[in-house]
């Protein structure tokens, strides 16, 4: 059995080669930037919810009601005359980028962490490329990917902006299946 120490190289390289591809995804490729757009009228939009003191944090479904209430009359004419969704309410300020820089970096080294341990329980040193790279990524994939379907089903999210998300966590699976199977151990 390998030890899971002895996988700092790839899960290193793996992680940082998921930030930077993300990075350039986000940053310097154009599909992403049609995922948001501006509300309408966004100044009494946001206007109208500061007034309403809603605070950062929780999220907030609209119009609220009780689940055992679904069915009632008065909930089935507010669902029907709309808007409906989900909102969720960040801080005030600028963004704090260095922030989540961090905690995406770190959710990445948890990922290849994770699909290092996989590999290490079913995987022994020698394997070939093509074997730890299949477990590497298919574990990877299921941490960064798998759960973006559940946005779209339950969250009412564009299943266009989920796709993306989707071909990127294929891409963050693939390199962090080809940083393991390059580097895995063929003797201890």
């Keep these: 059995m390998i030890p899971l120490t002895a996988l700092w190289l790839p899960i290193l390289l793996s992680t940082v080669a998921v930030f930077f591809a993300s990075f350039i995804m986000h940053m310097v490729l154009s599909y992403h930037r049609s995922d948001y757009r ?73 990922i290849s ?31 960064y990917g798998a759960a973006h379907a559940q946005e779209s089903i339950w969250g009412g999210r564009s299943w266009v902006v989920t796709m993306k998300h989707i071909f990127d966590s294929v891409i963050f699976a693939l390199l962090t299946g080809t940083a393991f199977g390059w580097l895995w151990p063929q003797s201890l």
Excluded at 126 to 135: A, C, D, N, P, T
């Design 38 to 110: 501006k509300l309408p009228d966004e100044d009494h939009v946001t206007d109208a919810l500061r007034n309403a003191a809603v605070v950062p944090g929780p999220a907030y479904y609209f119009p609220y009601f009780a689940f055992k209430d679904m069915k009632s009359p008065a909930v089935v004419e507010q669902l029907k005359r709309g808007p409906v969704g989900f909102l969720t309410v960040l801080p005030s300020g600028p963004p704090t980028m260095g922030k989540h820089l961090v905690q995406w970096f770190v959710y990445c080294a948890v």
């Design 113 to 143: 962490l994770l699909a290092a341990y996989l590999a290490v329980e079913t995987l022994g040193p020698g394997s070939g490329f093509q074997h730890v790279f299949s477990v590497v990524s298919i574990a990877a994939f299921l941490g």
